[in-house]
């Protein structure tokens, strides 16, 4: 495996430790980044699919004549048609809608398991979501999410503000816990309102006799300047990669912002929604193929903005669960159990559909109307987790699991 | 909800018993000496009996005497509250029954399928969204009870009513997110929770058990003894869940059993095994809820209930007791122990300090015991209790991002309608109203809630809140005494909201902040006025004030 480079921290240090050094700031943060050079973790980037993501649709399996009857009107064509799936093996193809990521297929940095799902859960979002996040499928009160688990096992007492990140409003179940994370809706929105308040307010939490709100207010004054100082919400993209307006392309961009500018970044968790198709789900266009195309887009501007610093993250798409394999009266598809999830970035062995394929009667359908699970959510997450964090002990990030393994990474 | 003199005497140990009309001169609240000035005293218990001081309140505390304020906040029933009242008339959902609220509020899919309009047709669905009144759509309803409940929580004299309100609802949280929830959280708020605020722990673990908020958000709906036959239970017009017609078993749903064990009464360390989850899973199969989606009212489903002999606890409950298996188990709970215990340490962890001194748990524990769960009881004994009275307590907790934000509002002598900008406010805080997903609801201590994002947006909020940018709340910032200082005027908006004084370092962190010197006057004497909205966002974004 080669060697997951930290980010060019050292551009870091000229462009924004200098700065802090020749105003006489607190050199904490600029300590922190020389030492964190010495590390090598890839970052693990976490983009959840709310809604239940057909995965069907994803990756179709356009080999199998079962798929063609059961989806009579949502069914994509075979490959080589107009609007038709685009090839990915004998058995399986992409949505159409998800173009922009075929050229990520064939460089081997992407790959995709099908008939991913959480043994024991269950079919209402709500649930399943948390499930997901607490990675402890039909236990409703784990405190923390599997993230945040994985950060507690790699204490990092002097780790930056921008650690772990949640790039939406609040702080998702994954990385709720006891090691620190932020939650930002946005870069751009990522400052104090008006002028000057911010070295008054970095005076009086230097000041504030509650350690902890002292603590928080230093690193949330770091965060705000290395932020301000890098202009880190304004920072354009590298490689002539164009983001879009959509919410997760946002999102996907300040993460890159974020891991150019090191900081010190080594999760990001996001989000997706509109993937709850009952109605009218689609088909190489309409609603579910709107939905693709921005993932798709977002994802790729992502991989073409990071260049060849795209092998130091890891990227995985995920969602709640998969939905029915046969399509309902409106023309939609109803709650499932397995989905598909992506893996994209360093380590992937990309190129190739994980899961594999038990057709759609016998032990390919879950309660005569799901796929089946074939791997299960934790499995792909430790694996990924391995590949990135490294966090020392896998089975108290997700206790009780011991799924197989899948060789997504290597 | 006015409760027996007579019961609360007999369960005062403290306290010498009232008689009705000597309540009013004589409240029988004994308070540990504290050594605290009246004024201090009045802000410990504006800061964690209510949100927060405003100038009114502390007025209120210091006129009518700290216990006497205390006795009252225990009887919400004798402060008159009508100017509250009649701002809250307009929100007619709130008055509606869950059946009401399902027919006036209906989601947009059912109406476009009623009407057969295609909603992933643009064109139709904006053309249906412009056909459904504003005030008709789901959303509606949470718009009011979120306006509601930050009305009260900074206008009402009720003030622990309010708290108490918040906090039993955590303990018995419900998402609104959650399916068919949103729709019963008015009822829920005002039939099971409300009354019960002030009475015993009993009724009001009986009353959200039976609720269908708590029997939807927990699934104890879809629970019926395993191998139940669907054609059965269809026969004999009980709901069947859709999940369960589209292809699901029918059978057991432990979740209801288990956060009831776990999150309501026992505690995670309770003393319960898997078997008893189970057990008591059994006694509760059958507690339904008529037609989730029209009606939404509690209904017992005899076919669904297993009426075998079950062992709760060590405790034998017999076969064939139909619905009283429920409340027998409610029972067993209610009296526990452990329950005491558990109630007691997070009433504690609430009113007290994150790590609450365990004396003073046991102590409460033993209130609740003796009075049979009354928890009026538990509160005087908490409030009249050393540890609430220590100078450990004083400031000793971390705000909630709703506390932040009313106590904001509050400290300022403002008011608000309950509009979205304060809404997006306590959201961006990371504390979206009754959307807690988990059955745990918010955390009572400090750590989730100090992170770096959240800081910023709570900082954030105190310059848009002083600036006037949160539309529909309203702060008064005074306005400049003539003659004094910058300094003096900084002292005083500081003891206005953070009720001690400033340091000498804070204090001249202020007046730089708004580019004051102590002795920049113009050589006339004349002087630039001061930011006063600046400084008392810097306040209300400062440290000090993140505690209470």
């Known amino acids: ?410 | 909800m006015p409760r027996p003199y007579a019961l609360l005497a007999a369960c005062l140990a403290f306290a010498s018993a009232p008689t009705p009309s000597a309540a009013s001169a004589a409240p029988p609240v004994h308070l540990p000496p504290s050594g605290w000035s009246q004024e201090k005293q009045a802000v410990h218990v504006l800061n964690r009996l209510a949100y927060g001081p405003s100038p009114a309140s502390l007025a209120e505390v210091q006129a009518m005497g700290v216990q006497a304020w205390i006795w009252a906040q225990l009887h919400p029933d004798t402060l008159e509250d009508a100017a509250v009242l009649a701002k809250l008339s307009n929100f007619r959902s709130l008055q509606m029954t869950t059946a009401e609220r399902l027919s006036a509020y209906q989601p947009e899919a059912k109406l476009a399928k009623e009407r057969g309009v295609d909603l992933t047709d643009p064109e139709a669905r904006a053309k249906l969204l412009e056909e459904m009144p504003l005030g008709a759509m789901p959303r509606q309803m949470g718009l009011e009870l979120v306006a509601a409940k930050l009305i009260r929580a900074t206008e009402s004299r009720r003030q622990l009513q309010e708290v108490l309100l918040d906090f039993w609802f955590n303990h018995f949280n419900v998402a609104a997110q959650k399916g068919a929830v949103r729709w019963m959280l008015a009822s829920y708020e005002r039939e099971a929770l409300r009354p019960h605020l002030f009475g015993s722990f009993r009724a009001l673990l009986g009353a959200v058990a039976h609720h269908p908020a708590m029997l939807f958000y927990l699934d104890n709906w879809m629970s019926t003894r395993d191998g139940l036959d669907l054609a059965a239970l269809r026969r004999s017009n009980v709901p069947v869940p859709k999940k369960l017609a589209e292809g699901g078993k029918l059978g057991l749903n432990e979740n209801y059993a288990r956060e009831l064990l776990e999150l309501h009464t026992l505690g995670v360390d309770g003393g319960y095994t898997q078997a008893d989850v189970r057990e008591v899973a059994r006694c509760f199969t059958g507690w339904g809820i008529d037609r989730p989606r029209q009606v939404g009212t509690f209904a017992f489903h005899p076919l669904a209930h297993d009426g075998g002999e079950k062992q709760v606890l060590g405790t034998t409950v017999p076969a064939g007791g139909g619905m009283d298996d429920g409340e027998r188990v409610l029972d067993l709970l209610a009296a526990s122990p452990a329950t005491a215990h558990f109630l007691a340490r997070k009433l504690a962890q609430k009113f007290v300090a994150d790590a609450p001194p365990p004396a003073l748990v046991e102590r409460l524990a033993r209130t609740y015991l003796d009075t049979h769960g009354d928890l009026s009881s538990v509160y005087l004994a908490l409030f009249a209790s050393p540890e609430f009275w220590s100078e450990q307590a004083f400031d000793g907790k971390t705000k909630t991002p709703l506390e932040f934000a009313v106590s904001a509002v509050r400290a300022l002598g403002g008011s608000t309608y309950g509009d979205a900008p304060l809404v997006k406010a306590v959201d961006a805080m990371g504390e979206p109203l009754y959307r807690a997903q988990p059955p745990t609801g918010w955390p009572e201590v400090a750590t989730p809630w100090v992170n770096a994002g959240a800081l910023v947006t709570r900082i954030n909020f105190a310059l848009a809140l002083t600036a006037g940018r949160i539309s529909g709340t309203q702060v008064v910032l005074p306005s400049e005494a003539a003659g004094s200082s910058p300094g003096a005027q900084v002292d005083s908006l500081a003891l206005r909201v953070l009720h001690t004084p400033l340091s000498e370092t804070t204090r001249a962190t202020l007046l730089r902040a708004v580019g004051q010197g102590e002795n920049d006057a113009m050589p006339d004497g004349e002087r630039r006025p001061l930011d006063s909205a600046k400084v008392a966002g810097l306040l209300l974004g400062s440290p000090e004030f993140q505690k209470q």
């Open chain 1, 1 to 410: 495996m080669r060697p997951a480079l930290s980010f060019d921290r050292r551009l870091f240090l000229k462009s924004t430790g200098l700065a802090f050094l020749g105003l006489g700031f607190a050199p904490g943060f600029l300590a922190r980044a020389v030492a964190q050079t010495t590390r090598h973790r890839r970052a693990l980037v976490l983009v959840f699919l709310r809604g239940g993501a057909d995965g069907l649709s994803f990756v179709p399996p356009v080999g199998d004549p079962a798929y063609y009857a059961a989806r009579p009107t949502l069914a994509l064509g075979r490959p080589g048609a107009e609007g038709a799936a685009l090839r990915l093996d004998d058995t399986f193809g992409l949505h159409p809608a998800l173009g922009p990521l075929l050229p990520l297929w064939q460089d081997g940095a992407l790959a995709v398991v099908q008939a991913a799902g959480l043994q024991g859960a269950t079919r209402s979002h709500f649930d399943a979501q948390d499930f997901c996040e607490t990675g402890t499928p039909g236990l409703k009160t784990t405190a923390d999410g599997w993230l945040n688990r994985s950060l507690q096992q790699l204490p990092e007492p002097g780790a930056g503000a921008f650690r772990a990140v949640a790039l939406q409003g609040t702080l998702p179940r994954s990385l709720q816990g006891a090691a620190p994370a932020v939650a930002l809706d946005g870069l751009s929105s990522f400052h104090l309102s008006g002028k000057g308040g911010l070295d008054s307010f970095e005076a009086l939490y230097a000041g504030a006799v509650d350690q902890a709100l002292r603590t928080t207010g230093q690193e949330a004054f770091e965060a705000l300047r290395a932020t301000a100082s890098a202009d880190l919400g304004n920072s354009p993209p590298d490689n002539g990669a164009v983001y879009g307006k959509t919410p997760l392309a946002r999102r996907l961009q300040d993460t890159a912002r974020l891991l150019r500018a090191g900081v010190g970044l080594e999760v990001v968790a996001t989000e997706m929604g509109g993937w709850d198709t009952h109605v009218g789900e689609g088909g190489a266009t309409g609603q579910l193929a709107a939905r693709l195309r921005e993932l798709a887009e977002a994802l790729s501007a992502f991989a073409r903005d990071l260049g060849p610093r795209l092998a130091d993250v890891t990227v995985v798409v995920m969602t709640e669960f998969g939905r029915t394999v046969r399509e309902n009266g409106n023309r939609g598809t109803d709650h499932g159990t397995a989905s598909v999830m992506l893996a994209l970035g360093g380590g992937v062995r990309g190129g190739r559909v994980y899961g594999g394929w038990r057709g759609l009667d016998g032990p390919g359908l879950f309660e005569d109307r799901d796929l089946a699970i074939r791997v299960d959510v934790r499995s792909v997450l430790g694996e990924a987790l391995q590949a990135s964090l490294a966090p020392p002990d896998l089975s108290s990030v997700f206790p009780g699991f011991s799924g197989s393994r899948v060789g997504l990474f290597g």
